[in-house]
């Protein structure tokens, strides 16, 4: 079983609706990553938060430490927002990041 | 700063070939970090450096792997011989330092071994 699991795998919606992502891990963790894949292309961080909730745009990252949760919201979803999402957490302990399998996102224009 | 920059960003080679691939992380950064990323196992760690040092080298997957950073500006990871297994997509990232903090990834080396 991965340490850290995300949900749900493939997820397609309309232009404008709300997208929530969920991430939750088994394990202890210092920090959590949201990364953001566009097809084809590189990979960047959107966040990394350790506790409460950071907010950029219209994307936003909360994230429980006590029930092992982090959720990724995009507001007022776009199609250029269509990408593969990924969680990857820093377990207690251990210096390297441990990778959700990620979410593929597709928004219907 | 131009970010992490790999090269090269695609590779088509034969089975048995030597693969380098390579990479500059941003200045200043001390971690770097070499991911492989395929459909059936996602983002692995390869291997990481802090301080141009080999910190953890338990990613790598065989002997056909090897990776050096000569310097805080550069850094290859090598396979020889190839293998169509090896193909995949390799991303270097580096980030300030070690553990809780940003990480940078360049726009990944897609690797193709026939």
């Known amino acids: 079983k991965n340490e850290v699991e995300q949900s749900p795998q493939n997820l397609t919606a309309q232009e404008g609706e709300f997208i929530t992502i969920n991430c939750s891990y088994s394990?202890?963790?210092?920090?959590l990553h949201w990364l953001q894949q566009h097809p084809g292309g590189g990979i960047v961080s959107l966040f990394m938060?350790?506790?409460g909730k950071k907010k950029h745009g219209r994307l936003i990252a909360t994230i429980n430490i006590q029930e092992k949760h982090s959720s990724l919201h995009i507001t007022a979803s776009h199609p250029r927002d269509s990408a593969v999402y990924i969680c990857?957490?820093?377990?207690?302990?251990?210096?390297?990041?441990?990778f959700g399998t990620g979410t593929r996102l597709t928004i219907i224009p | 700063d131009a970010g992490v920059i790999q090269s090269p960003r695609h590779e088509v080679t034969e089975m048995g070939q030597e693969v380098t691939l390579r990479c500059k992380p941003i200045?200043?950064?001390?971690?770097l970090f070499w991911y492989r990323q395929t459909m059936m196992r996602g983002l692995e760690l390869l291997i990481y450096?802090?301080?141009?040092?080999?910190?953890?080298d338990s990613g790598m997957p065989e002997d056909r792997f090897s990776a050096k950073m000569p310097n805080a500006s550069f850094s290859t990871l090598k396979i020889q011989p190839s293998e169509p297994r090896d193909s995949a997509v390799y991303f270097c990232?580096?980030?300030?330092?070690?553990?809780?903090?940003?990480?940078?990834f360049g726009e990944g080396s897609w690797l193709t071994v026939v």
């Open positions: 990232a580096s980030s300030p330092k070690t553990g809780r903090d940003t990480i940078y």
């Open positions: 394990v202890g963790i210092s920090a």
């Open positions: 938060l350790s506790s």
């Open positions: 990857a957490a820093y377990l207690f302990g251990n210096e390297k990041l441990t």
């Open positions: 200045s200043g950064h001390n971690s």
């Open positions: 450096f802090n301080n141009n040092v080999p910190i953890d």
